[in-house]
């Protein structure tokens, strides 16, 4: 019959002739074996689904460690910081025993609950308080609360840190003064009584432990300016902070927060590190118990707006946000599947497109962890469904109205039967046509899709990177499967549904029109048209058109779609084309003109609707306080020198630490270098945020004078085992730091929290059993918040670069050749050695509101005050010791009761800490009978009092 002219392609050679008869014959295996293709294609295609999902259960990733820019230099000594700190330990001595009773660990959870008006008025009123310990009791009363709040030392639950543990103070018997519990069931003084109490510095003390026989005023406290800057907002108090005569301070704060906090051990735990997992899933289900409560109050009518924060209900909350994308995916999903359905006129068709589309993300999904090891998939990832649901369908299209437009291109058969060899000949030349037509096209699109993604590679944030590698291999899959397993189908339809159901156009498929095909159509010139024949070329040359075809036909039998490009978007398209290409080149410069414009955000990022409370709980935590509970902080790292071994794909797996062998602080003059480099911070660091350093050869000077009865610098041969005894007397005095696993919650909470002294002295053991020192770290607060856009933390992080190179041309430091090698080694040359490090500044993001542990420090260089931390940590506690404060005025300051049963404390600090019976909550002051514990390690208080 005609058509059969040498179509088996055997005269034809090379490459292009070999993909031709590969066509054929696969189109004639189709033809023959559709339903057995069709089968197996999705039982293949579900078998390797399956086993991506068995083997890789999908685990989503929430965390922000996905986001990090992994590969770029900051990444990496980030992630150096993070698995250093789990090789490595603080106290390289044998576990510690406190002698007398130590403080709990404060638990990285916590619940932050803030009152907020956004109209700015005032909070702190008797509506807005009532309404906070409404809520506060709530939770402090209930039954668990006591086997998971944060205790002091005689075991009994430290208030949560807000103002009303002030407000609701109770008297103290015999004594005009009220302890700051928060106990009482009533108000006794008036709001703004108490609020001016707190912040005005000629008032006589107010606050103060119940009398035990030493005095009304022996023991009393009041919290810091700090605290109180943490808990109202900007424009409280007196005018630029700063009392003058006659100053009217004001009390209004349009927010206020609380915070509880919870300890670790629990309860039937002998240490923090005793089922870390456990304790964190206890104080975890604790929290979430009071989910609803909280939602409930959230936007109470004639009440100020309450938003919260703790790391379990932000997973919760992010959580419903993934489900209800899913949800969206799903409606996607049924929007595209409609839309096929009609396009297509065929169910069976859309339906099984659609099956093949899904399938291509678990088959990209497994390919990607088998070649990347990813881990945990990132929120970007699943945005991927959405991309592969717009690219899927519109393969389904193209080859689908190729496989309709070849029975026009195609010569029919001379009978109307339809099977036989003569009726399968005939489809095996249709596919042929259809599938080198579609086959082409998709080609070309989905190579063009696909390494438009791939080029996401070339960034440096892992979720981006997996979001270009995944959309890239599914548009692929997508591709092989449309195919190989989608003509299968088509097969299946055409021979046993497409004329098998037909009423009034029934859902399966619409009838068959039954119009005959006239020879020839007119097109858009008017004259006769050629389509494409069955070789794919563009048109017939005049051998070839010797042979009769029925691939002529009137335009009207098209459909309306088809018509319409047909009859007026190709006429106009041609007609016009010279106007289109003038305007698009205008709309091109005009784009272009637009781009150069583009600078980086002056805004924040909201990853989250700006009514969603948990965006408003980070707006207000970091832009509606005098002082942000997030302090941003940089750390100066010496002995580190990065990672090695990570993937860069996986954000969990960071590799293992890579310790300077060189690094050596033990001898004198290293010791004295970096005290003075501590010193300078204090004094020259761009952004510091109150001179506020925490420097641990600082810290270690401090204990060897004060407690230790020592000088400083100790002695080379000594150093390290005086290091080793004062972080072990740190431990026996606040009990044993945390061990650091690689787990992603541990590695959230410790990028969410602020750094202590346990993550600046870090020890690495050696194969001997040994211990040596691995790195110290010092850390900087920083006014950045952490929520501003990249335009404004940009300047600050060059700023802190161009210090450290102008601080390492110091004209007192000697590069040795030793230490120049490394990019960021500091190097000084002295008499006893130099003193090699990786001078690194990275900033640790704390998404949430968080008064910071880091305390002040001050600075003991040269032209500095001694006295700058030690009284600046406290604003007024009456005691026989007077000190200076860093504003020039007189400050009365602790004097704790010597015990001589503790005689290794009666030098802690002089008389700045010497504080048996203190225990210091985060941010407030609370004292309690029978803790003889100094505190020196948590205030951070500095020399001897005058």
């Known amino acids: ?94 576990g510690v025993t406190a002698t007398f009773p130590a403080q709990q660990l404060l638990s990285s959870d916590e619940l932050i609950l803030m009152l907020w008006d956004s109209s700015e008025n005032n909070v702190l009123t008797d509506n807005g308080i009532d309404f906070l310990r409404k809520i506060e009791q709530e939770i402090v009363q209930h039954q668990d609360y006591d086997s998971v709040c944060y205790q002091s030392t005689n075991g009994t639950c430290l208030p949560p840190d807000s103002l009303l543990q002030y407000l609701y103070a109770e008297p103290n018997p015999g004594c005009a003064t009220f302890n700051p519990n928060g106990l009482n069931t009533v108000r006794p003084r008036a709001i703004d009584d108490v609020l001016l109490s707190l912040i005005d510095p000629d008032a006589a003390p107010i606050y103060c432990q119940p009398n035990n026989g030493s005095g009304c005023f022996a023991s009393c406290l009041e919290p810091t300016e700090n605290f109180i800057n943490a808990a109202v907002s900007p424009g409280f108090g007196y005018e630029g902070d700063d009392k003058d005569p006659g100053d009217v301070p004001n009390l209004d704060s349009y927010t206020t927060k609380l915070i509880i906090r919870f300890g670790l051990p629990l309860p039937g735990f002998t240490s923090p ?33 309450l938003r919260y924060s703790a790391a ?149 944030i892992p979720a981006i990177q997996l979001f270009g590698l995944v959309t890239a291999i599914m548009v692929i899959a997508n591709y092989v499967l449309v195919v190989t397993y989608y003509p299968c189908v088509t097969l299946v339809w055409e021979r046993y549904i497409k004329f098998r159901s037909c009423c009034c156009k029934n859902a399966v498929s619409p009838c068959r029109s039954g119009k005959k095909e006239s020879e020839d159509y007119v097109g858009p010139s008017r004259g006769k048209v050629t389509l494409p024949n069955a070789s794919g070329d563009g048109g017939e040359d005049a051998a070839s058109a010797k042979q009769p075809r029925q691939s002529r036909t009137d335009i009207q039998n098209y459909r309306p779609l088809e018509r319409f490009f047909h009859n007026w978007y190709s006429i106009n398209v041609y007609e016009k084309r010279y106007y289109i290409l003038a305007a ?95 010193s300078r911070l204090v004094t020259d660091a761009p952004s510091i945020l109150n001179a506020e350093v925490l420097c641990p050869m600082q810290e270690f000077r401090d204990w060897l004078v004060d407690v230790d009865g020592k000088t400083f610098p100790v002695a080379q041969t000594d150093f390290y085992d005086s290091l080793s005894n004062f972080t072990t007397y740190y431990e026996l005095t606040n009990g044993q730091t945390k061990i ?52 404004q933390i940009e300047p600050v992080f060059d700023a802190w670069e161009d210090y450290l190179t102008t601080d390492q041309a110091r004209a007192d430091m000697q590069v040795t050749q030793r230490c120049a090698r490394t990019k960021n080694r500091l190097s000084r040359t002295y008499p006893d050695g130099p003193l090699c490090a990786v001078l690194t500044p990275t900033f640790s993001r704390h998404p949430g509101p968080r008064i910071p542990t880091l305390a002040v420090v ?80 948590l205030c951070h208080a500095r020399g001897p009092c005058i």
């Open 584 to 678: 698009f080149a205008i709309f091109v410069a005009v784009s272009i003109a637009f781009a150069a414009q583009l600078s980086a955000a002056d805004e924040p990022t909201k990853f989250l609707p700006s009514d969603d409370y948990l965006q408003q709980s980070q707006e207000v935590s970091t832009e509606d306080f005098k002082r942000s509970g997030v302090v941003a902080q940089v750390r100066y790292v010496h002995g580190l020198l990065g990672v090695q071994g990570s993937n860069p794909f996986n954000s969990q797996d960071l590799g293992s630490p890579r310790f300077d062998p060189d690094f050596d602080v033990s001898s004198p003059a290293a010791q004295q270098a970096y005290l003075d480099m501590c």
């Open 858 to 937: 001050g600075a003991h260089g040269a032209g500095t005050d001694p006295q700058n931390s030690c009284c600046r940590r406290y604003r007024r506690v009456p005691s026989h010791c007077l000190c200076r404060h860093r504003r020039e005025h007189p400050r009365l300051f602790i004097v704790a009761p010597r015990h001589h049963e503790h005689r290794l404390h009666r030098r802690k600090f002089g008389c700045c800490c010497s504080m048996a019976g203190l225990d210091i909550g985060f941010g407030g002051f609370h004292l309690h009978d029978g803790a003889r514990r100094p505190e020196c390690g």
């Open 312 to 460: 379990v209900l932000n997973d919760e909350h992010i959580s419903s946000i993934i489900f209800g994308d899913s949800v969206l995916i799903t409606a996607s999903i049924v929007v595209v599947f409609l839309y096929m359905w009609f396009h297509l006129q065929s169910a069976f068709l859309a339906g099984f497109g659609m099956l093949h589309i899904i399938l291509s993300f678990p088959m990209a999904y497994l390919i990607v962890q088998i070649t990347t090891d990813m881990g945990g998939t990132g929120l970007l990832t699943f945005m991927t469904l959405f991309i592969i649901l717009g690219i899927g369908a519109d393969d389904v299209f193209i080859f689908v109205d190729a496989w309709k437009q070849s029975e026009f291109a195609v010569e029919r058969p001379s009978t109307d039967e339809r099977s036989g060899p003569e009726y399968n000949d005939w489809l095996q030349r249709r596919l042929d046509w259809a599938y080198r037509r579609s086959a082409k096209a998709m080609i070309i699109t989905s190579a063009t899709t696909s390494a438009a993604f791939i080029l996401n590679l070339t960034s440096s």
């Open 273 to 305: 590190r005793d089922r870390a997992d456990e304790q964190e899933k206890k104080i975890d289900d604790f929290i979430e118990s009071f989910s609803s409560v909280l939602s409930d109050n959230r936007d109470v009518s004639g009440k100020p707006a």
């Open 1 to 94: 019959m005609g058509g059969n002219d040498n179509n088996d392609g055997s005269s034809e050679g090379g490459c292009h002739g070999c993909i031709k008869r590969l066509v054929r014959r696969y189109c004639n295996a189709v033809v023959n074996n559709s339903v057995k293709g069709m089968v197996i294609g999705i039982l293949v295609a579900l078998f390797i689904a399956a086993i991506a999902l068995v083997a890789y259960p999908i685990e989503v990733d929430t965390g922000g460690s996905s986001l990090t820019p992994r590969n770029s230099r900051v990444g990496r000594l980030q992630d150096a910081l993070f698995v250093g700190e789990e090789e490595t330990v603080f106290n390289p001595g044998p």
């Open 740 to 791: 650091y696993t690689a787990s992603s919650e541990d590695r959230d909470s410790r990028d969410f929290a602020s750094i202590g002294l346990d993550r600046a002295i870090r020890w690495i053991e050696n194969d001997d059993g040994s211990f040596s020192l691995a790195y110290l770290a010092t850390i900087v607060n920083i006014t950045l918040n952490i929520q501003q856009p990249a335009s």
